[in-house]
RNA sequence: GCGCCGGUAGCUCAAUUGGCAGAGCAUUUGACUCUUAAUCAACAGGUUCCGGGUUCAAGUCCCGGCCGGCGCACCA
């Protein structure tokens, strides 16, 4: 028997319990469907045989009788998974199922591999990452996750749309790794004898659309970083990135609020979401707070980035951190907010006045040059956003950027490559600009109520098997 | 990269102190005209992740490796 090139369907499971919710026990409809889906359950009894079929809205009985089926044989000896057609009446059983009674199917597609344990599905999470294809069918939870993330995809392109944002596509191959602090992979291009980048962020290339001329940018990508993996990183995860040509920092962070909790009620309905059984608010407006009074308050003692550098430096190593030669007040006071207060963000808050030293992008604070007009949105202690007004003088950009070349050289891993590209386009001028970078992946999670990143990307990164 | 835990049939899991490697489901065969994780009967199914070692005897103990989970580090 050959396999079927194509199949006239014409009706959903979900849609056909509903549409026949009124058809009483033994009753027959009178009216015929085509549906298609995969057995998942098969019930033989002698001349009669029910199967339990499921496609993407739903499950659906199907009901087969010999003499009434016109090949019976063959349905009673589909195995658990096969992809099916068929054609029946639409019934409800002496039992109360509402069923398709099978007057003809075909076998659109055999499944060689089962779909796990009738009760307990697949658990190994190594088959589950490795074959999602599987692990989509054996367990409700994942496709739920999936589709969450599908459904903030949307609602995030919608918003952005609707807020007169463009969505634009940028390199990810990149002879220079610029834009985030991180390690990128490398990876070589023939014809050209060059070395490229796996972009680590869209930032530079976006701030340049909008030298541009193009106002309100947006791109939803990939980014990679050669860095661990966790249950809350990917080696590979996808950002969303907006630029808007006259927003300071405060414009974009009543923007975010807004797309997040927007999101969150196009997604879930509510803003009031429920996350790993406590509730959690991502209702704007979001608290405001800077980040050297949330560790202050943290730490049970006034700091600042005009503390000494020394005395935070001393903090740090109270709380068994190894402080860098290299790093200055700035650093370590960004180092002790993320040792002490991060963790305990648990509604959505924007933390402010970020140090210029962990701040090679943003512009300084209008009030304070020690600081910058840049925040980072957290939600279950988790980071979930980082925004700034731009810095958009060239000058200063090449001297932050030498600052960086500085303290690589000193031997820090993670600093940001000087992009002279992009320097050069800042030449041209870059109006005020406000930038937010939000990771989808991390939102993701919220959205789906899941703890590991890994539920939310259809296929994780994981290591290769060797022999 | 480091630490802890795990890997047994296609899937989900057992296996006492080191003493014959098992069950349910799936597959195969048979019975059954209203089942719902159908039921009943039978057959079959194993490099116990891989490679060494200790021992009369290793799924179990030891060493090395592979893969995964969690934590740390790095980061978002």
């Avoid at 990771?439 to 290769?464: C, H, Q, W, Y």
């Amino acid at each position: 028997m050959t396999s079927p090139y194509q199949f006239a369907h014409d009706a959903y499971a979900a849609a056909l319990q509903t549409s026949f919710a009124h058809l009483e026990d033994g009753e027959e409809s009178g009216e015929s469907a085509h549906v298609a889906g995969r057995v998942m359950l098969l019930r033989r009894q002698g001349r009669l045989a029910f199967a339990t079929m499921r496609d993407s809205t739903g499950e659906i009985q199907l009901f087969a009788l010999d003499g009434v089926a016109e090949n019976f044989d063959e349905f009673s000896k589909l195995h658990l998974g096969d992809w099916v057609g068929v054609v029946g009446e639409i019934v409800r059983t002496k039992r109360g199922e509402l069923s398709v009674k099978v007057a003809t199917f075909e076998r659109l597609a055999e499944a060689r591999h089962n779909f796990g344990d009738k009760w307990a599905g697949i658990t190994d999470f190594d088959l589950r990452y490795r074959h999602r294809e599987a692990d989509l069918w054996a367990n409700e939870t994942s496709r739920r996750s999936l589709q969450r993330r599908s459904d903030m995809i949307r609602a995030v392109r919608e918003r952005c749309w609707a807020a007169g944002f463009m969505e634009v596509e940028t390199p990810i191959l990149t002879p220079v790794a610029s834009g985030a602090s991180a390690r990128p992979f490398v990876t070589h291009h023939n014809a050209l004898d060059s070395d490229f980048y796996l972009r680590v962020a869209p930032e530079l290339w976006l701030k340049r659309l909008v030298v541009g001329g193009f106002e309100r940018v947006f791109e939803l990508g990939r980014v990679f970083r050669n860095e661990g993996v966790s249950p809350r990183h990917n080696p590979e995860f996808t950002m969303l990135e907006l630029y808007a040509a006259y927003w300071d920092f405060e414009d974009m962070m009543s923007f975010t609020e807004e797309l997040v909790a927007g999101v969150a009620l196009d997604v879930l309905g509510t803003t009031e979401i429920e996350y790993q059984g406590r509730q959690l608010s991502l209702s704007a407006p979001w608290a405001r707070r800077p980040m050297a009074e949330l560790t202050s308050e943290a730490l049970g003692v006034e700091v600042s980035v005009h503390t000494p550098r020394d005395v935070l430096a001393g903090y740090l190593g109270e709380r068994g951190v190894e402080v860098h030669a290299s790093w200055g007040a700035g650093r370590c006071l960004a180092e002790l907010f993320e040792n002490s207060a991060e963790e305990g963000l648990w509604d959505a808050t924007f933390v402010t006045e970020y140090p210029v030293e962990v701040s090679p992008l943003s512009r300084r604070h209008r009030r304070d040059a020690e600081l910058t007009e840049r925040f980072e949105s957290y939600a279950a202690g988790r980071e979930l956003s980082n925004g700034f007004s731009e810095l958009n003088d060239p000058d200063e950009q090449r001297s932050r950027f030498e600052d960086q070349a500085r303290l690589a050289a000193a031997g820090q891993d993670e600093t940001m490559a000087i992009d002279e590209d992009y320097i050069r386009a800042l030449e041209w001028g870059l109006p005020p600009t406000a930038g937010l970078g939000v990771g989808m992946d991390r939102l993701a999670v919220l959205l789906a109520d899941e703890s590991n990143l890994r539920e939310v990307i259809a296929f994780p990164t994981l290591k290769p098997v060797r022999d």
